[in-house]
């Protein structure tokens, strides 16, 4: 626990909202308009922040704390997670188990949430959404666990940091290879991105994460947001640290080189959701197994 | 001498496509058979040295296997020359089914029976196993077109899965040759060279895992090509549906250009003193071709599929008797001689019969002879010869494979080898001795009155059947020293003590 | 040299897993040239020591031919007949990923006791020609447009290619050019069938020609 991770920390919690204020600024370049500001959703929180909430009589206490407990977790797994090799904050063998668990504690709840309304739409957004990431956890897993047998480490900081240039093994260069592209795709379906899901649509039909939201307002909201953009930053520092496994003699220069990381990630992402469609939804499945056959060839490779 | 008979037919084959009228390309293709016959004559007499820096040279099985697919190319040269007389013609109504379709030009077909002779000696001169693979997937090329003579979807069909089958089975072999090469590099230093001399003499320095998956690669790869099951299910597509020219040629000549293939791999593999590995993976295929194509053969109403599925019992009982070991290596050899010899006689009758009666079922076929006298004589010889009734020489081939067998005391294998002779015997006799000496139908639609008397019998159609029939009496009644001599020599070089 | 080698082959075994859960027509036949690129790379890189003239010209050779022209032949043939996805195949696609996430691990468990005697290179470069090979026959299996068969016939000829180079340190113009000549002929030979066979049927699914049976 260095004063590096805790300010890691701190930027993560303050700047996660700007990631998803890129995202919108590249698509809408890229599409040739202006685009909204890049800090437009710490707006969206503000003003959320300051409404109140309907709650359905159908829904129960269950419903209510959906948001708040997914929050928490998405908190606690950020605290897992380091930033290339700045350690997080904290770090124990086992913990990428308990940052996975977390998220999909994250999700759980937020499914119960939506069921417990009652309401058709928010059913079948939750079915969906545990589809998908039912498919999606093996990607990241083996994904996870490829890189610890590379770096013969069982905590997350542990391994970025064995694996960050120029203490890595050189074998691991195909292995970081393959992980960095499966991770990519699992980001983009955990985090609700084209082309799993677009969280432009207005049709309720296709939806699939913002389906299980409808219903939530007020506070509730943006805690639920806040904690989608958390997990975004999550995921990214992840794939910054997998992708650009570099360290500089300094810690100052690595946290900075791996912010940049972070919002290229984002970046990227505006890009691939400007380039693609969202694909049929009998087709996810399908990138969702190439994920899991990708991680599967990183382990093996690492295994041997 | 090599070069020449390599030679001959290949550049034969290249001029047929562009001479124009029929009756100079039929002559030509009469004369390259003929020189090809006289220059594999010559190499009884004299045999030629090895050339190429030992790629080609010519040992007693490349002999033996070289002039039965020349003198069986010389017979069939002059039946096509008759049946392009009777084929030429713009459209045919297809016998089966009623539709019209036209057939291949006859110049490429010319042209790719040129080619695919060139290819087929091409197997049995040559020395270097790359060579030999090499030339084993150029049959399958030259021959694929053949057998999309008619051109209608059932011939293509045929075509396309032979195609496709056999060129996935020589894959296979190229990467068992690969890995035979990789055996090889622990014996010698600086790698092996994979011609057969330096493969036999430092047999014995070959790493035993790459060489047993090598073999077992090749074995699959070279049985597709020789039709041992359960790789055997191009045969009865694409002998039902060729030509019966082409039909003869495969049975007669091809399957055993495969089998000079599995031989020399097993002369290596016994010089490995792995012989027992290789032997027994060869009884397995061989019982198995065996009891399939007995199973298939009964009750099967097609007459050409009868001898298709007649030729993957004969390359079982081949598999078998070399696989065996001692004496039966030379059963296996003889048989192979009178096996070729039978078959391409009943392929070319079948095609008279099938001219004659317009059906392939062999229901619908009664009483030929009384129609078709000679025809319906050979075609009673034929099986008479093929399920194994002295005087022909197959009779005594089995018999000798037999005592091979029980002589290394696999009594249960000789009980399942006589078994499976024994259903092959009952299911082809029920389907052909109908046909022969049945009463004719009454008068259906089509071709099929009953016709009392003797149809005269084109002279064409019926030499070239009978010319391998009393052959293979011959063979049978007195087997002549000169072949006895390169039956040994050869069987003596697979593995097999006399 | 190492690494690069390491993720040649790696990129080798993403092709294979391309080809076996794609269904688009074109997007195979680009992944089989890729497949052939990849191929020469690695012969290139393999031999980067010493490297020949006539090896050059070899690699030259068959990517021009393995990554262009039979490429080219086969999109000829699949526009003659009309056909740009292989809508039911008889295994289907998240199942054929996943078959062939098993052939992987199959062809590791193989390859461990195969060691090649004095090979250089990389030691992932036998499990993943063994795996092409295996890549190869499962799609002429379990496809039913013939195009796709050819296809798999060129892969499976793709992975021989790769395992003679794996040990062909003294000989690798032999292995070129075996292959190089075989895969020209017979993709030659099979793509003039295709076209006779939608000529003749009107499709091209090889899992209806069934007239000739039993």
Sequence with gaps: MTFLSVLHLLLALAGAPLLAGIIHRVKARTAGRRGPPLLQLYFDLGKLLKKGAVYSRTTTWVFKAGPIVGLAAAVLSLSLVPLGPVPAVAAFPG?????????????????????????????????????????????????????????????????????????????????????????????????????????????????????????????????????????????????????????????????????????????????????????????????????????????????? | ?????????????????????????????????????????????????????????????????????????????????????????????????????????????????????????????????????????????????????????????????????????????????????????????????????????????????????????????????????????????????????????????????????LLRLHAVSCAAALGDFSGSLLMLLGLLSMVLAALFLIHQSDFKRMLAYSSVENMGILALGVGSGGVAVFGSLFHAVNHSLVKAMLFLAAGNILAACHTKSSAEVRGLLRSHPVTAALWLAGLLAVIGMPPFGAFFSELVVLRGIVGAGRYALAAVYLAALGVTFVAMARIVLPMVFGKGQAGDEGGRVPIRTAVPEPLWAILPPLALCLAAVAVGLHLPAWLNAVLQSAAAQAGGQP | MATLLDMLVVLLVLANFRLLGSSRLLACIRTVAAQAVLLGATAVCANWAHLEGELVLIVCSSVAIKAVLLPWLLRRAAREAAVTREVEPLIGFSLSLLAGAGLLAVCLLIAAPLRVPGAPSSGLMIPASLFTILTGLFLIVARKKAVTQVLGYLCMENGIHAFGMAFAVREPLLVGMAVLLDVLAAVLVMGIAIYHISREFDHIDTDRLTALKE
């Excluded at chain 2, 034969?12 to 004369?31: E, F, N, Q, T, Y």
């Excluded at chain 2, 790629?55 to 003198?71: C, E, I, N, V, Y």
């Design chain 2, 1 to 261: 001498m090599i070069w020449a008979i390599l030679f001959v037919p290949a550049l034969c084959g290249c001029l047929c496509p562009v001479i124009r009228p029929s009756w100079p390309r039929r002559a030509l293709l009469l004369a390259a058979a003929a020189l090809q016959a006289a220059l594999v004559g010559s190499c009884w007499v004299r045999r030629p040295a090895d050339t190429a820096a030992g790629w080609l040279g010519l040992d007693a099985a490349g002999l033996l296997f070289l002039s039965l697919t020349t003198a069986l190319f010389l017979v069939t040269a002059v039946y096509a020359v008759g049946y392009f007389r009777q084929e030429a013609g713009a459209k045919r109504r297809d016998w089966e089914e009623g539709f019209l379709f036209t057939n291949r030009p006859e110049a490429m077909f010319t042209a790719c029976l040129l080619w695919f002779l060139a290819a087929m000696s091409l197997v049995s001169v040559s020395r270097h196993l790359g060579l030999l693979w090499a030339a084993v997937e150029a049959t399958t090329l030259a021959s694929a077109p053949l057998i999309y003579f008619h051109r209608h979807h059932r011939s293509l069909e045929a075509a396309w899965k032979y195609l496709l089958i056999c060129s996935v089975g020589i894959a296979l072999a190229m990467l068992g040759n690969f890995f035979l090469a990789v055996a090889g590099s622990a014996a010698s230093e600086d790698g092996l060279r994979l011609t057969l001399d330096s493969l036999l003499e430092s047999a014995a320095g070959l790493d035993p895992t790459w060489f047993k998956a090598a073999f077992i690669l090749c074995l699959v790869g070279y049985g597709t090509k020789m039709g041992l099951a359960p790789m055997h299910t191009w045969l009865p597509d694409a002998h039902s549906e060729a030509p019966s020219i082409v039909s003869a040629l495969l049975s007669g000549a091809l399957l055993n250009c495969a089998f000079l293939a």
């Design chain 1, 95 to 304: 913990d990428l188990i308990l940052m996975v668990y977390l998220l999909g504690l994250m999700r759980f709840v937020t499914v119960l949430a939506a069921l417990d309304t009652g309401s058709a739409f928010e059913g079948l957004g939750a079915s969906r959404e545990v589809q998908f990431s039912a498919l999606a956890e093996p990607a990241l897993l083996l994904g996870l666990g490829a890189l610890a047998a590379t770096a013969r480490d069982m905590s997350l900081s542990g391994i970025f940091s064995g694996l960050s240039l120029p203490a890595a093994p050189p074998s691991a260069a195909p292995v970081l290879l393959l992980v960095s592209a499966a991770t990519f795709i699992v980001l983009l379906a955990e985090n609700a991105r084209i082309p799993i899901d677009d969280p432009n649509t207005h049709l309720e039909l296709t939806m699939v994460h913002e389906a299980m939201v409808l219903d939530h307002g007020g506070v509730d909201l943006a805690a639920i947001e806040y904690g989608s953009s958390l997990k975004l930053w999550i995921f990214a520092a992840l794939l910054s640290g997998v992708a650009l496994p570099v360290a500089t003699g300094s810690s100052a220069a690595d946290l900075l080189l791996h912010l940049a990381g972070v919002l290229a990630v984002a970046v990227a992402i505006g890009l691939v959701e400007s380039g693609m469609a969202r694909l049929r939804l009998l087709r996810v499945p399908q990138l969702l197994l190439a994920a899991s056959v990708l991680s599967l060839l990183a382990l093996a490779l690492a295994l041997r």
